[in-house]
């Protein structure tokens, strides 16, 4: 039976949801199979947002039907009727899982004083323990999520009145987190309720282990609305401006009811501004403002009133080429400040920095470590793909590298910098030029201001990179003149960066070819002492464990000596990511049973390699099914310590190579990440010019791992 956990507040508005994430995000680093599971759904007819952001983390094969329990209607018709379907339905989902968070009802439809008993109630009949969401806030507030701390005494009251009605249904209780709570007080808001915890009986009069109680502090940028969630509130439509804009958090709102003069002293930061659309002056001023650099950066804009824009208008907007959104709708002033200023942020999938933040902020204040073992949680044997990316993020935090990202008009480049900040993966130096670059991470609603902005023109820092490139490139006649020039390319200043210690490591190639990419660290960085050959591997991340392919992107046709040379670079980054080297040189023959040109380059590169590295797991030559499956490699290689049992697998060649990790990334569903290079005296690493957020997230955190090495 799976390990579950019940999640549910006290009251609305909590950012449960936060705490939900946080407690996944925990679960899925040490075992395989968490499911979610959301015994109380507003309705069926719309799909719960936060349901479904968390399925599409959570990575597990789960429909989102059967994912829902009943809805408030049903509960209401039936109440013990309900809570026999959402058992039953559980239970099915808890048949696919090692772990199930159950996510209790949101307070928003018939939220009332027994809703928690309910909650209760339902976690006691699925013998789950239960987790308290306490808000740390009190009322709605008057504005934008808005509203007033409460005190640790405040905090504790609330806590006492929740307990009664947990005990009264015969939960358990797991944990207590107050969300959003006063970060000036976060210890006393957590003594105030271990005293409360601590002077109520557990269910059966005594409690084995303490209760985990733990505060996370109110961050705006969580209760914040984007500019979407205030659009859809409006039922209004986009008229103009960056579909992508529309998930930057709104933090305040101006009303512009009167002339430009007056209205511009008052823009805030991330603020949305109203204006009737008959104000076109108004409206052509706000778009000059924003774009200006000298006034804040809002939001958006709305246009509200059943007015069209004037052809003339429209076109010069047209010329302004502004990319703020501007969204209208019909409703007049008022009703539009109302629609507004009522309007809360909810943590969604599509605010890449919300999700940053709220994992970010459990990491910080919940320890995670206890949180598992509390639950009986032990680690599993197995490594699936989502638990190995977790592990690479972990591995970068322990001493955090500096990491030089060339591509700063990338806009993924800028939503994996976030993301990388938020977590603490690494310190990283992005190039560009500092108001362009920082001003499309305002629009895109990133926080950069942890990162350092270079330009790569700036001229003292090219002047040293000339003089030394000059220096290193003298034997091939360039001048200084000539290197000035050549290292103002991103991937020259990003590598010139990393030779002279100014940092640890690059990545590029989200905007350039590889060969672009990986020219400069052959010329400037170049290879490790005893390696002759810069070469390549993916990790590739199958449903139960990862594999080392190399080489899969550098080398064309290797010789044995270079073959063995990937094989020992490979088995080192094995290793520096946790990976237990077993290397298998693959040939289309299986040991002495084969002859040829081929296999014999295979077979001379297995000797170098043995010879080399001694202490080395080596076989081959061995064909990939002997290497891969232990009923083949019983009965072609009995006895072997690789076969059946290979972690490394080294191809003959590139065409072998690359066809081969693709045809396993299709088929198998792997997770293919690289290529990571390897032999390099620092870590540069390319990108494909596809790559995800996600994707350049792990190169960064696979580059840090890499310098790690390199200094350690």
């Not at 977590?423 to 990283?428: E, F």
């Not at 001229?459 to 290197?483: I, N, Q, S, W």
């Not at 005893?530 to 464990?545: K, T």
């Not at 972690?647 to 081969?660: A, E, I, K, R, Y």
């Amino acid at each position: 039976m799976a390990e579950s956990i019940y999640i549910t507040s006290t009251e609305g508005l909590s950012g449960k949801s936060t705490i939900v994430l946080g407690v996944i995000d925990a679960l899925t680093r040490s075992i395989p199979r968490v499911g979610v599971f959301r015994s109380i759904a507003r309705s069926t007819a719309e799909r719960d947002y936060v349901l479904e952001m968390l399925l599409d983390h959570i990575g597990v094969d789960l429909d989102y039907e059967e994912c829902v329990g009943v809805t408030y209607d049903d509960v209401r018709r039936d109440p013990d009727a309900a809570l026999s379907t959402i058992v039953e339905r559980f239970k099915a989902v808890e048949a696919k899982c090692d772990a199930v968070v159950i996510v209790g009802s949101d307070f928003t439809d018939v939220g009332s004083t027994s809703e928690l008993g309910y909650n209760a109630r339902i976690a006691a009949n699925l013998g789950a323990p239960v987790l308290v969401v306490l808000n740390g806030r009190a009322g709605e507030g008057d504005r934008l999520g808005a509203s007033v701390a409460r005190t640790p005494e405040q905090v504790g009251q609330v806590m006492s009145l929740a307990l009664t009605d947990i005990a009264h249904q015969r939960a358990e209780l797991f944990a207590v987190i107050t969300n959003r709570a006063d970060p000036a007080a976060l210890p006393q808001i957590n003594a105030a309720v271990r005293a409360v915890v601590a002077q109520t009986p557990a269910v059966d009069g005594t409690r084995e282990a303490p209760v985990g109680v733990w505060s996370i502090p109110e961050d705006v940028f969580l209760v914040a609305p984007a500019v979407r969630d205030i659009m859809w509130r409006l039922d209004g439509h986009l008229l103009r401006g960056d579909e992508a804009l529309l998930t930057r958090e709104v933090l305040d709102v101006v009303v512009a009811g009167m002339s430009l003069n007056n209205i511009l002293p008052r823009l805030t930061e991330g603020s949305i501004v109203i204006v009737p659309a008959d104000r076109t002056e108004v409206l052509l001023g706000l778009l000059l403002a924003n774009s200006s650099g000298t006034f804040p950066s809002i939001a958006g804009i709305i246009l509200n009133g059943p007015f069209a824009l004037p052809d003339a208008v429209q076109e010069l907007m047209a010329g302004l080429d502004s990319s703020l959104p501007i969204i209208q709708t019909d409703l007049d002033t008022y009703d539009t400040a109302v629609h507004v200023m009522s309007t809360r942020g909810r943590l969604a999938a599509g605010s890449q920095r919300r999700f940053d933040t709220a994992v970010a902020l459990f990491e910080q204040h919940v320890d995670t470590d206890e949180l598992t073992r509390a639950l009986g949680l032990a680690h599993s044997a197995v490594v699936t793909p989502l638990m190995f990316e977790y592990q690479l993020l972990e591995h970068a935090r322990t001493t955090r590298k500096r990491i030089v990202l060339p591509e700063g008009g990338d806009d993924r480049v800028l939503k994996a910098a976030a993301t990388v900040l938020a977590r603490g993966i690494a310190d990283l130096t992005i190039l560009g030029e500092e108001a362009d670059v920082r001003g499309r991470a305002v629009e895109l609603g990133l926080d950069l201001s942890a990162a350092h902005v270079l330009s790569p023109f700036d001229p003292v820092t090219v002047d040293r990179f000339a003089r030394e490139y000059a220096e290193l490139r003298k034997h091939k006649g360039v001048t200084y003149e000539k290197a000035a020039d050549t290292v103002t390319d991103v991937s020259y200043f990003g590598t010139m960066m990393v030779h002279l210690g100014l940092a640890d490591g690059m990545v590029s190639g989200a905007a350039h070819t590889t060969a672009h990419t990986i020219r400069p660290a052959f010329e400037i960085i170049k290879t490790r002492p005893g390696v002759s050959v810069v070469s390549s591997v993916f990790l590739m991340a199958l449903a139960d464990r990862v594999l080392v392919y190399g080489d899969c992107a550098v080398i064309p046709d290797p010789s044995a000596t270079q073959l063995a040379d990937i094989a020992i670079s490979s088995a080192a980054t094995a290793r520096q990511f946790g990976i237990d080297p077993r290397v298998a040189m693959l040939s289309y023959s299986t040991g002495e049973s084969g002859s040829g040109e081929d296999v014999d380059k295979v077979r001379a590169a297995t000797a170098i390699v043995r010879e080399r590295a001694a202490e080395l797991l080596v076989e081959g030559p061995i064909q990939y099914d002997a290497a891969a499956d232990a009923a083949v490699a019983k009965a072609k290689m009995p006895g072997s310590q690789v076969a059946g049992r290979a972690t490394v697998f080294v191809f003959p060649d590139l065409n072998t190579g690359n066809n081969t990790y693709k045809a396993v990334q299709r088929s198998a569903g792997a997770i293919a990440m690289g290529p990571v290079l390897q032999g390099l005296n620092k870590p540069i690493n390319d990108l494909s010019r596809g790559a995800l957020v996600e994707d350049i997230v792990n190169t960064i955190a696979i580059t840090a791992i890499q310098a790690q090495g390199v200094s350690a």
